[in-house]
């Protein structure tokens, strides 16, 4: 069956988010086509409005201003930072209520015979250097690229005299930190392992 221009280009633009092929796009433009014009009129104003989002200068966080709500909260402990790979894993923390820190967002992770030079690992430094941070809690997943990138971040920050831990091994080898529960994440924060 052949659709109007409109509806195809939306099914292109949903095929392109991840996790989402060309059924389930189509299935989602046919549910909004079935939608009242309030609900489609609001659905795309929230849509339009993440163009007015930024990264938060700090950290790397999502951010509506210069900061994220976190690095602008005076009651978070300015003193303890949690390195993660994406935003996804700073809300996945956050539905924890186990850490009451602040956050570092890479952009990813390294890959075997890749620098990491794309990652905001200078940014880190220069936070740890300029805020006086005591420890990094490395909240990386527990993959190959994970693992790797918290080595090279252990030596580099134990070589600056920072407290290094890591999440307890509670997450499942080769799992997401976005995806596990907020008990297994409050246990994996709670019982960290020292890396030096």
């Known amino acids: 069956m052949r659709y109007p221009k409109p509806f195809r280009d939306l099914i ?3 095929s392109a988010l991840p996790s989402v092929g060309p059924k389930m ?3 989602i433009v046919l549910y909004l086509f079935k939608q ?3 609900k489609l009129t609001d659905f795309a104003e929230s849509l339009e409005s993440l163009g007015s989002l930024s990264f938060c200068t700090r950290c790397f966080h999502i951010a509506e201003g210069e900061l994220c ?3 602008s909260d005076p009651k978070r402990d300015s003193k303890t930072v949690c390195v993660v790979e994406e935003p996804t894993d700073v809300i996945a923390l956050e539905r924890s209520g186990s850490f009451n820190g ?3 967002v890479l952009g990813g992770t390294m890959r075997p ?3 990491g030079d794309e990652l905001r690992i200078p940014e880190l430094l220069t936070r740890i250097r300029t805020e006086k941070i005591e420890e990094v809690i490395l909240a ?3 993959t190959t690229e994970g693992d790797l990138t918290a080595l090279y971040l252990k030596k580099r920050l ?3 005299g920072i407290r290094v831990s890591r999440l307890a091994r509670g997450l499942a080898t080769g799992g997401d930190i976005e995806y596990a529960d907020e008990a297994t994440l409050a246990s994996a924060l709670k019982n960290r392992e020292s890396l030096g």
Do not use: V
């Open 140 to 142: 990386l997943n527990p």
């Open 12 to 14: 292109t633009h949903f």
């Open 36 to 38: 009242d014009s309030e």
């Open 113 to 115: 015979g890749n620098s």
């Open 69 to 71: 709500d976190i690095c």
């Open 102 to 104: 602040r956050y570092h």
């Open 25 to 27: 796009a189509e299935r």
């Open 158 to 160: 134990i070589d600056a």
